[in-house]
C-alpha cells in the first residue's frame, strides 16, 4: 500500500449542515476540496451513509475522501438523517425519505460555487444501494455512480430472503446489528453539548426493529420492489461503475448490471474479495488500485476527460485457479480475463446429468446441515469462508462427475434443474457446487436455494402436492474458477442449511431422479487473454487510531454439539473492528455475539440471538452506553420476535424499549 501526502491541489476540509426539502431538518456533513475550488470549481463526490463519519467510518473516510480532493474532488460524506450527527429520525432502509434526502443532497452540492455543477455518488454496500437507487430517481446534476458490493433487487439478493427462503442468519443478525447502530446518539461536538441528550431521546423514541418489517413481507411485493432497480434499469442515466467480489453475497448485481444497462454507460469488475472495498488488502486479494480506477471513472464522467475508462471490457473477472479449502486465504491465485459483451460469447453451457438412474434418490438432511457454510458476509476476518466441506457433503446427497481429463473453466452462474418430489407441502432445496481433489478435500465453490413454495415465482406461495413429481430449476451464485484435471466436479444437494436458512416448520424429506435432473455449467473457452492490469494500491495518510487486542480474545465462529440433547449451537464474533480510540480522545468500545441453535432433528427448535454493546466516551463530558438484544424463534404456524434496548448518559437511562412481535409464516 502506497501513502499519499501531498497531492496537486491542497485538500480542505469543512463539516457544514445541508438543509433538506422539508425545512425542519438538516443532514450533517463533512468535505474536503481543493482550497482553491472557489475560484476553480470542482465536481462533487457524495457517499451517503447511516454508519457515523464522526467515529465508525471515519478510519476507512480519511483514506479515500482526501485523496479524491486532491486529485480534483469535491468528497462529501454526508450521515444519513436521524443517524450520526444529522437530525431527524431514524427510518426504515432506503425508505423514500432517506432517497428523497439523497436526491436533495445531490442537487444542493450542484448548486454549491465551488461545484461545477456535475455530482457522482460511491459506496460499498447500503452507501452503494443507495447510489443505485438515487441514480434510478435521475436527478439531474448525478453524473456518474461508483456502486461497490451493492445489489439491484432488494429482495432475492440482500440480507432477507435468498430463492424466497428466510436468510436465517442474517436476516437476524444484521437486523439486530442495525437496532443497535441506530440507537447510537449524535456526537455533541458536532450538534452541541446541550442537544445530544434530548436528540438522542427522540431517535430511541421513534426505533421500530427492522426485523418486524422484514418478516412481514415474505413474498416480493410492492415493499421490496421499492429501491430494487432491476425492476427498472432504464430508470437509471448516470454512468454506473459496478464493483464486487466473488467472496460478496451481491456479487450477481454487477453480472446483471452489466447484462442489462446500455454498453456505453456501464462496466463491471468482479474480483476475489470480500464485503470490502477492493484496495484494502484484507482477504482474500489481491487488492487493486481502486481510487486510481474509480479516478479514471469520475475523470470520463465527471470532467470530460478521455481516460480509456469506457475501452475496457464491459466486465473484467478473477477466475481463481483451484486452491485447497480454507477459511481464509491472504491472496488467491488465478487471474484476470476480459469479456466485451455479457453473458460471455466465450462461455457456453455444459449440462451434466447428475446419473443414469431413474429411481428416486432420498433427500433428508438432518438440522444442523450449513454450520460449514461459512459467513454470509465474509469481512476479510481468518474464519470467514467455508472451511473443507466434506462433513457437509456427508449430511447431504452428493452426485460427483468421473475425474476431469482437462481443466474447466466456470464464469458465471450455474444452473440446477432437479426432478423431484417433496413429502411436505413447504420444503426446501439447496445445492452447493463442489471441488473435490484426489484426497478427498472439498472446496465449495458456489451454492444456492430455492424454498419451493416460490417455484412458480417469488411474488407467490405455491404449496406442493406430495406424491407428485416437478421439474424445479434455480440459479447458483455467480462465480469464477477453474476445476483442474484429475479433480471432480460434485452437486451435493440437502433440504436444510442451517443457520443461512430458517428451516420450515415441518420435517419432510426429498426424492431426487438423477436420470431427470443436471447442472448447467457456464464454461468458458480458456485461451490467450489480452492483458488486464491494475495500479498498485493507493490511499491518503490513515487516520491515527489505536485497535485494541482483546483482553480474553474468543472464537470468531465456535460450533458445540451438545450430544444428549442433540443440539448444535454457532456462537459468532462478526468482528467488525472492536474497541479503538481516535486521535480527538474519543473512546469506541464494541462488542458483540451471535448465537444460532438448533437440534438435529428438530426443525421448530432454531433460535437466532444477536447482542450488542457500545460504549463512547471522550473526556469534554460525552459518556454513551448502548446494550442491544435481539432473538427471533418460530412455531409452526408464528416467527416470534423479541427486541430490547437500553441506553444511559453518563451512567443515567436515557430510554429502555422493548418489543414482542408475532408474525404468521406465510412463506418462510
Known amino acids: 500500500m502506497k501513502y499519499r501526502e501531498q497531492f496537486e491541489r491542497r485538500v480542505v476540509r469543512e463539516d457544514v449542515w445541508i438543509p433538506t426539502r422539508?425545512?425542519?431538518?438538516?443532514?450533517?456533513?463533512?468535505?474536503?476540496?481543493?482550497?482553491?475550488?472557489?475560484?476553480?470549481?470542482?465536481?462533487?463526490?457524495?457517499?451517503?451513509?447511516?454508519?457515523?463519519?464522526?467515529?465508525w467510518t471515519a478510519p476507512r473516510d480519511a483514506q479515500r475522501h482526501p485523496w479524491y480532493a486532491g486529485h480534483g474532488y469535491a468528497s462529501v460524506r454526508v450521515d444519513i438523517r436521524g443517524h450520526g450527527d444529522s437530525e431527524g429520525l431514524p427510518g426504515d432502509e432506503y425508505d423514500a425519505q432517506e432517497l428523497a434526502d439523497g436526491v436533495g443532497v445531490v442537487n444542493w452540492l450542484a448548486a454549491q460555487p465551488w461545484c461545477t455543477g456535475k455530482v457522482g455518488m460511491f459506496g460499498i454496500s447500503w452507501g452503494g444501494f443507495n447510489s443505485l437507487q438515487i441514480a434510478a430517481l435521475a436527478p439531474e446534476p448525478l453524473k456518474a455512480i461508483v456502486t461497490v458490493c451493492s445489489t439491484d433487487d432488494r429482495y432475492d439478493n440482500d440480507v432477507h430472503y435468498t430463492g424466497g427462503a428466510v436468510l436465517g442468519i442474517d436476516m437476524l443478525a444484521w437486523a439486530g446489528t442495525m437496532l443497535a447502530f441506530a440507537s447510537r446518539p449524535p456526537d455533541p461536538a458536532s450538534v452541541g453539548a446541550d442537544?445530544?441528550?434530548?436528540?438522542?431521546?427522540e431517535r430511541l423514541d421513534a426505533l421500530e426493529p427492522f426485523l418486524h418489517t422484514w418478516l412481514e413481507h415474505q413474498q416480493r411485493d410492492d415493499y421490496w420492489k421499492h429501491g430494487s432497480v432491476c425492476e427498472d434499469y432504464t430508470a437509471i442515466d448516470a454512468a454506473v461503475l459496478a464493483v464486487g467480489g466473488w467472496n460478496d453475497p451481491y456479487r450477481d448485481a454487477v453480472l446483471r448490471l452489466v447484462e442489462h444497462l446500455p454498453e456505453d454507460r456501464v462496466r463491471g469488475i468482479v474480483g476475489?474479495?470480500?464485503?470490502?472495498?477492493?484496495?484494502?488488502?484484507?482477504?482474500p486479494g489481491p487488492a487493486i488500485g481502486f481510487l486510481q480506477e474509480t479516478l479514471r471513472w469520475w475523470d470520463q464522467h465527471l470532467k470530460g476527460i478521455d481516460t480509456g475508462a469506457m475501452a475496457e471490457p464491459l466486465l473484467r473477472a478473477w477466475i481463481t485457479d483451484p486452491v485447497p479449502p480454507a477459511t481464509s486465504y491472504d491472496v488467491l491465485p488465478g487471474r484476470w480475463v476480459g469479456d466485451a459483451k455479457w453473458p460471455s460469447p466465450k462461455a457456453s453451457w455444459d449440462s451434466r446429468p447428475l446419473g443414469a438412474s431413474a429411481e428416486p434418490v432420498l433427500v433428508r438432511s438432518p438440522q444442523h446441515t450449513g454450520l460449514d457454510a461459512g459467513r454470509f458476509f465474509p469481512f476479510g476476518n481468518a474464519s470467514d469462508l467455508p472451511p473443507d466441506q466434506r462433513e457437509e457433503d456427508g449430511r447431504s446427497v452428493c452426485f460427483d462427475s468421473e475425474p476431469l481429463t482437462e481443466r474447466v473453466e466456470i464464469l458465471g452462474r450455474p444452473r440446477v434443474r432437479l426432478r423431484l418430489d417433496s413429502s411436505a407441502p413447504r420444503a426446501h432445496v439447496i445445492a452447493r457446487l463442489c471441488d473435490v481433489a484426489p484426497d478427498g478435500s472439498s472446496t465449495l465453490v458456489t451454492r444456492g436455494v430455492l424454498n419451493l413454495l416460490s417455484r412458480h415465482g417469488r411474488d407467490r406461495v405455491v404449496e406442493w402436492t406430495p406424491g407428485t413429481y416437478e421439474d424445479v430449476e434455480f440459479e447458483l451464485t455467480g462465480i469464477g474458477y477453474a476445476v483442474p484435471p484429475g479433480h471432480r466436479i460434485r452437486l451435493a444437494v440437502s433440504d436444510t442449511y442451517w443457520p443461512w436458512v430458517w428451516p420450515h416448520g415441518e420435517r419432510g424429506e426429498l426424492r431426487v431422479v438423477p436420470a431427470e435432473s443436471a447442472v448447467q455449467l457456464p464454461v468458458r473457452e480458456a485461451g490467450d487473454e489480452p492483458p488486464i492490469r491494475f495500479e498498485e494500491p493507493e490511499q491518503a495518510v490513515p487516520l491515527d487510531v489505536t485497535y485494541d487486542r482483546p483482553a480474553e480474545p474468543t472464537p470468531e465462529r465456535l460450533v458445540t454439539h451438545d450430544v444428549a440433547k442433540g443440539e448444535w449451537t454457532l456462537e459468532v464474533d462478526p468482528n467488525y473492528g472492536g474497541s479503538r480510540t481516535y486521535p480527538d480522545g474519543l473512546r469506541y468500545e464494541e462488542s458483540a455475539r451471535e448465537t444460532y441453535r438448533i437440534r438435529g432433528d428438530d426443525p421448530r427448535s432454531a433460535s437466532a440471538v444477536s447482542?450488542?454493546?457500545?460504549?463512547?466516551?471522550?473526556?469534554?463530558?460525552?459518556?454513551?452506553?448502548?446494550?442491544?438484544?435481539?432473538?427471533?424463534?418460530?412455531?409452526?404456524?408464528?416467527?416470534?420476535?423479541?427486541?430490547?434496548?437500553?441506553?444511559?448518559?453518563?451512567?443515567?437511562?436515557v430510554a429502555e424499549r422493548a418489543w414482542h412481535r408475532t408474525t404468521p409464516r406465510t412463506s418462510g
Open 611 to 653: 447482542e450488542w454493546r457500545i460504549r463512547l466516551r471522550r473526556g469534554d463530558g460525552y459518556d454513551a452506553e448502548i446494550m442491544a438484544r435481539t432473538e427471533l424463534r418460530a412455531t409452526a404456524a408464528d416467527f416470534v420476535m423479541d427486541s430490547r434496548v437500553e441506553a444511559r448518559a453518563n451512567g443515567e437511562t
Open 272 to 283: 476475489p474479495w470480500s464485503h470490502q472495498y477492493p484496495d484494502r488488502g484484507l482477504p
Open 195 to 201: 442537544r445530544w441528550v434530548p436528540m438522542w431521546r
Open 22 to 55: 422539508d425545512g425542519r431538518t438538516r443532514l450533517h456533513a463533512r468535505i474536503w476540496r481543493p482550497d482553491d475550488a472557489e475560484s476553480e470549481p470542482v465536481p462533487a463526490l457524495l457517499e451517503y451513509l447511516p454508519y457515523r463519519k464522526s467515529d
